[in-house]
């Protein structure tokens, strides 16, 4: 839970739009969100709908091209990230800044071994003994439940299993004690047991740290668990945004309705079919006029087909941009 109220990390008005050979792809349009010290926000959404990319955009790990440039303002230690030379935010990236991956192979090097990457920054940001980066990087690769780790630490990327590399890299990310930390689907290829210890471990460093999380989930239930607010995208945009109990107690954008209908709940019989959201996630390539998701839409009218919505207001902390949402809360 937060304990205090100062934003560590805010992001404006974000956009990143990848020029591909079917033309523009506003994968990222008009993002703005903010975290605070010791706070989860978590970002949920259908796939393909921009999370990842929110992501990278911030630490600016987007290739570009095919992207542009992210255009916006990312407000970190007084500076912006999207303006800041590339040396001073590499100090950043990996040290007070860093990223769990949905794909790990992007984050590790393949030439070298495990127990090299993590005690790197421990000894070149923290000056730490090369003995005493590797009892800390053992200590949490045991941690994030890797066996045997003071032998499989000289191991490479590629000796590691799918779900063992996964956890190397959350190993990297949490070793850095970060300001923030943007955890992208953590723990999705994790068995259940496993996942529930790395929440439980980035809960501890929030705890200890005051780590503000950014935590990219299409489960609504780890959202439920770990997140003390709630950012829903979809098609590039966030469309409603709470804090969790807001959310999950009153959601006003039809989309995140659907989002919480199709949830697996413990009270329904497992032989109940959920309710899943008719149609499909829109081609951010060609997005339909107005409000982005009006082709799934029940309660869609025209002003729906027209013009993007404007934002509905239901507390200080909690709004959604629909135009058919009555703002009652
Ligand atoms: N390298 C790329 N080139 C072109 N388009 C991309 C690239 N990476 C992502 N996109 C586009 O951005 C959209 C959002 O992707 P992503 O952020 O990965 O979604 P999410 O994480 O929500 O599943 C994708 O649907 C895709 O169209
Ligand atoms: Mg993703």
């Known amino acids: 839970m937060a304990t205090t109220t100062d934003t560590v990390l805010e992001v404006c008005d974000l956009r990143t739009h990848f020029h591909t050979d079917d033309g523009l792809v506003k994968a990222v349009d008009g993002v703005s969100f903010s975290v605070r010290r010791g706070e989860t926000l978590g970002l949920v959404g259908e796939s393909g709908s921009g999370k990842s990319v929110a992501c990278l955009s911030a630490l600016r790990l987007v290739p570009t091209p095919p992207a542009a440039h992210p255009s916006g303002v990312i407000r970190f230690a007084g500076k912006d990230l ?6 001073d ?27 090299r990457q993590l005690t790197e920054v421990l000894e070149v940001h923290e000056g730490a003994t090369p003995a005493a980066a590797r ?9 994030v439940g890797i066996p045997a780790a003071g032998q499989r630490i000289d191991q490479y990327p590629h000796q590691f299993s799918g779900g063992m590399r996964q956890r190397v890299m959350i190993a990297m990310a949490l070793l850095c004690g970060p300001e923030v930390l943007f955890a992208d689907e953590p723990t999705t290829a994790l068995d259940v047991t496993i996942q ?3 929440l439980d471990l980035i809960g501890e460093l929030q705890a200890s740290l005051g780590t503000a999380v950014v935590l990219v989930t299409h489960d609504l239930g780890v959202v439920a668990g770990t997140a003390d607010r709630v950012a829903v995208m979809y098609a590039g945009r966030i469309v409603e945004e709470g804090t969790t109990a807001e959310v999950f107690a009153n959601p006003l954008h039809p989309y995140t309705q659907g989002l919480l209908a199709s949830m697996p709940r413990i009270d329904t019989p497992s032989r109940q079919r959920l309710a899943a959201i008719p149609g499909l996630p829109p081609d951010l390539g060609q997005l339909p006029s107005g ?34 949402t009555e703002a009652v809360s």
Request: charge should be positive; hydrophobic fraction near 40%; aromatic fraction near 6%.
């Open 82 to 87: 999207l303006t800041l030379p590339e040396r």
């Open 89 to 115: 935010l590499e100090r950043l990236r990996g040290n007070r800044l860093a990223m769990i991956f949905q794909d790990p192979l992007t984050a590790l090097n393949p030439y070298l071994s495990v127990g």
């Open 135 to 143: 009892r800390a990087a053992i200590e949490m690769l045991t941690r």
């Open 196 to 198: 529930a210890q790395i």
């Open 291 to 324: 409000c982005p998701f009006h082709p799934r839409c029940q309660q869609a009218g025209d002003r729906c087909r027209q013009a993007y919505p404007e934002v509905v207001i239901a507390s200080p902390t909690h709004r959604a941009a629909c135009w058919e």
